[in-house]
């Protein structure tokens, strides 16, 4: 392909907001498989250690370590995808903070629109005679994490998570298929990814099964809004690494901040859903948009100056 060509293909690419780069990434069924396979494997030790009748210091140590572990396995796994490819890490480290020109209203949006879905559910939860001490701050967390204090998993886990998944995670995805149904596929594979954690004693996602079904059930529910959201943001922050770190480190420091009830959570989703239908349809362009296939395997010669990021 010449350079006029890689031009015009990269400002066609960019004007629906995904960088025509990230078709460098193309190993998607590698990275998806490892990232899960070892994560369960360590996922699933650290849930039958949690569970032995005799919790010694050292049978703690090794259940948190086999957690931690699970949690960076993703991110090594795409370290190691993106060593091997020249031009790829170059291109991660421009990703880990805002591009130019990105909007103030997306950055404000990336740090505010998770506590203020939870607000506003909180809010409309009153009208069906839900407490108000929901807006009241927690003393302390509602569950357990091991080694490490929970408010550190909650700050660690968004930044050790979003590396892999906005490094190479998503990137790799729409190398095959349209942003919408690339999102729609990591909601699956997260859902997936996340359930070990409910086989580990006093773990979030098992504090969530001991609630009830319905409770277990609104977690991947949620998660639909929430993966579709966060691209949003990460393409129209220039595919911020940034911003998707920041996004999730917000949504979970706000769960948890807050005495909110587990009913409440449930309101949040059906808003957070009513947005994300809301959000797609106004930038059709960005979710639907086909993949240029053609540029999987070619290095595409960066434009002059920065490249515009869409409102």
Do not use: C
Not at 49 to 71: E, I, K, N, W, Y
Not at 146 to 165: N, Q, S, T, Y
Not at 254 to 267: C, G, L, S, V, Y
Request: aromatic share 14%; hydrophobic share 55%; proline share 6%.
């Amino acid at each position: 392909m010449s350079r006029n060509r890689s031009h015009v293909a990269q400002v066609e690419s960019s004007s629906a907001g995904i960088d025509p780069v990230a078709y460098r990434y193309d190993r998607p069924v590698t990275f998806y498989v490892l990232a899960s396979a070892i994560t369960w494997a360590l996922w699933l030790v650290a849930g039958r250690l949690s569970h032995l009748p005799d919790q010694t210091a050292t049978v703690r140590f090794l259940t948190a370590a086999a957690g931690l572990a699970g949690l960076a396995a993703p991110m090594v796994v795409a370290a190691i995808l993106i060593s091997r490819r020249p031009g790829l890490w170059a291109d991660v480290r421009s990703r880990l903070l805002w591009k130019r020109g990105t909007s103030r209203w997306y950055l404000l949006l990336v740090f505010l629109l998770m506590p203020a879905s939870l607000v506003a559910a909180q809010a409309i939860s009153l009208l069906f005679g839900y407490s108000g001490d929901q807006f009241l701050l927690r003393t302390e967390p509602s569950f357990t994490s091991g080694l490490l204090p929970v408010w550190v998993i909650l700050g660690l886990a968004p930044i050790v998570e979003e590396i892999a998944w906005h490094s190479y995670g998503t990137d790799t995805l729409i190398t095959r298929m349209r942003l919408f149904w690339a999102s729609l596929l990591f909601v699956v594979f997260w859902a997936l990814w996340h359930l070990p954690l409910a086989m580990i004693k006093g773990y979030y996602q098992a504090e969530l099964v001991e609630e009830g079904w319905l409770t277990a059930l609104n977690f991947p529910v949620s998660m639909i809004a929430f993966v579709f959201l966060m691209n949003w943001l990460y393409y129209r922050t220039g595919r911020s690494i940034a911003a998707a770190i920041i996004f999730h480190f917000v949504a979970n420091y706000a769960n948890e901040i807050f005495q909110t009830d587990p009913d409440t959570k449930f309101i949040q989703t059906g808003l957070l859903l009513i947005l994300t239908v809301v959000v797609v349809a106004r930038n059709r362009e960005l979710f639907f948009s086909r993949p240029a296939r053609s540029q999987r395997r070619e290095p595409v010669a960066p434009a002059p100056g920065p490249v515009p990021v869409n409102a």
